[in-house]
T-cell receptor, first 115, second 112 residues
Framework: KAGVTQTPRYLIKTRGQQVTLSCSPI?????VSWYQQTPGQGLQFLFE???????NKGNFPGRFSGRQFSNSRSEMNVSTLELGDSALYLC??????????????FGEGSRLTVL | DAKTTQPPSMDCAEGRAANLPCNHS???????VYWYRQIHSQGPQYIIH???NNETNEMASLIITEDRKSSTLILPHATLRDTAVYYC?????????????FGQGTRLTINP
């Protein structure tokens, strides 16, 4: 079974631009969440989607947004990029229902560099 | 904020058992203890979780104290591939919720 796939793996943007990252969850998984990882702040929860609905949101500004499609694939968008948005963005998927809801399967991430 | 405290780093010899402690003195009755690890340049990987009983799977064992204020993750025969940052997380078993609050974790180095 294929794992969580994130694209692109690496990208470079300049301040003020916007970026869209994509995540394909494990087949059959309906829940997708996004995390930001930086050396200073560590791993931080961005948001979570289940059945195309945002179910939970972390403490990030409105420049960070996301969505989920009917096939459970998800995208996140960051507008008006700032230098501090440089980070590894990780996507995780899970069944989204049932027991052991804390077992998430992470992708390898998209590394964003903002110049 | 993370509700756990872990040592920032630990070393262990290859082939020996690695015992990683975690303090969660404010854990609530409905909160589980989860362990994840992150090998360099990869996404975090789920290891094990438990509520109050000790748990074992093919990767590790989890020992939770009777008062549930601390726990220990045990890698019985550490290999070089176990070098990673290990995160201890407490969270309630909320139906469908994926939010995990990561702390700084323990950087475990396995030495040959």
């Amino acid at each position: 079974k294929a794992g969580v796939t994130q694209t692109p793996r690496y990208l470079i943007k300049t301040r003020g631009q916007q970026v869209t990252l994509s995540c394909s969850p494990i087949s059959g998984h309906r829940s997708v969440s996004w995390y930001q990882q930086t050396p200073g702040q560590g791993l931080q929860f961005l948001f979570e989607y289940f059945s195309e609905t945002q179910r939970n949101k972390g403490n990030f500004p409105g420049r960070f947004s996301g969505r989920q499609f009917s096939n459970s694939r998800s995208e996140m968008n960051v507008s008006t990029l700032e230098l501090g948005d440089s980070a590894l963005y990780l996507c995780a998927s899970s069944l989204g229902a049932g027991s052991n809801t804390g077992e998430l399967f992470f992708g390898e991430g998209s590394r964003l560099t903002v110049l | 904020d993370a509700k756990t405290t872990q040592p920032p780093s630990m070393d262990c010899a290859e082939g020996r058992a690695a015992n990683l402690p975690c303090n969660h003195s404010t854990i609530s009755g409905n909160e589980y203890v989860y362990w994840y690890r992150q090998i360099h340049s990869q996404g975090p990987q789920y290891i094990i979780h438990g509520l109050k009983n000790n748990e074992t799977n093919e990767m590790a064992s989890l020992i939770i104290t009777e008062d549930r204020k601390s726990s220990t993750l045990i890698l019985p025969h550490a290999t070089l591939r176990d070098t990673a940052v290990y995160y201890c997380i407490v969270r309630p078993e909320i139906q469908g919720a994926q939010k995990l609050v990561f702390g700084q974790g323990t950087r475990l180095t396995i030495n040959p």
